[in-house]
Antibody
Framework: EVQLLESGGGLVQPGGSLRLSCAAS????????MIWVRQAPVKGLEWVST????????YYADSVKGRFTISRDNSKNFLYLDMNSLRAEDTAVYHC???????????WGQGTLVTVSS | EIVLTQSPATLSLSPGERATLSCRAS??????LAWYQQKPGQAPRLLIY???NRATGIPARFSGSGSGTDFTLTISSLEPEDFAVYYC?????????FGGGTKVEIK
């Protein structure tokens, strides 16, 4: 069974930092691109970042570029999102998910809540 | 950035009725279009990929159509569990983008 479990969310002050983790199991992690998607309270879905299978190719939404860094450890089956210079508008539930452009291998974690507030 | 516009924002229907949801892209995405269903407190679930292909385990009452800039998700006969929010997502180019969602609510 495919499982994705996020952790690391919490309350942080504006300007602060946080590292989110996503533990993957039930599939060959190193063979799949991964994404982070966030959802602000009572808002829609917003793609945040993607990392391809090998870890060298990464993509970011303009809203987080230069502040967030996506990475992965294929030996440990973990995905990460390092978030710096956090702003109130970064408050959201952050989901990790598998990604395939043309195929339906599509699994999501339940998400971890990040709240940026003083 | 490709902007996806979903309409209507809210659809009020009764069980057994047909639901037609629209997603329009600001430029062509060919058929790189997916549809998701999301219920409160849950992660999104993939329904349709490549504009018209049902994902594994998705009932046949869900169908997708379209290409280029205009796409439709149709639920042929609404079941009680289908009342939820639906999002389209384009996978044609970076950044990936989602539509604003259509809420299908019980009339």
């Amino acid at each position: 069974e495919v499982q994705l479990l996020e952790s690391g969310g919490g309350l942080v002050q504006p300007g602060g930092s946080l590292r989110l983790s996503c533990a993957a199991s039930g599939f060959t992690f190193r063979n799949y691109a991964m994404i982070w998607v966030r959802q602000a309270p009572v808002k829609g879905l917003e793609w945040v970042s993607t990392i391809l299978e090998g870890g060298r190719d990464t993509y970011y939404a303009d809203s987080v570029k230069g502040r967030f860094t996506i990475s992965r450890d294929n030996s440990k089956n973990f995905l990460y999102l390092d978030m710096n210079s956090l702003r109130a508008e970064d408050t959201a539930v952050y989901h990790c998910a598998t990604y395939q452009q043309r195929l339906p291998f599509d699994y999501w974690g339940q998400g971890t809540l990040v709240t940026v507030s003083s | 950035e490709i902007v996806l516009t979903q309409s209507p924002a809210t659809l009020s229907l009764s069980p057994g009725e047909r639901a037609t949801l629209s997603c329009r892209a600001s430029q062509s995405v060919n058929d790189y279009l997916a549809w998701y269903q999301q219920k409160p407190g849950q992660a999104p679930r993939l329904l349709i990929y490549n504009a018209s292909n049902r994902a594994t385990g998705i009932p046949a009452r869900f169908s997708g159509s379209g290409s280029g800039t205009d796409f439709t998700l149709t639920i042929s006969s609404l079941e009680p569990e289908d009342f939820a929010v639906y999002y389209c997502q384009q996978r044609g180019q970076w950044p990936l983008t989602f539509g604003g969602g259509t809420k299908v609510e019980i009339k």
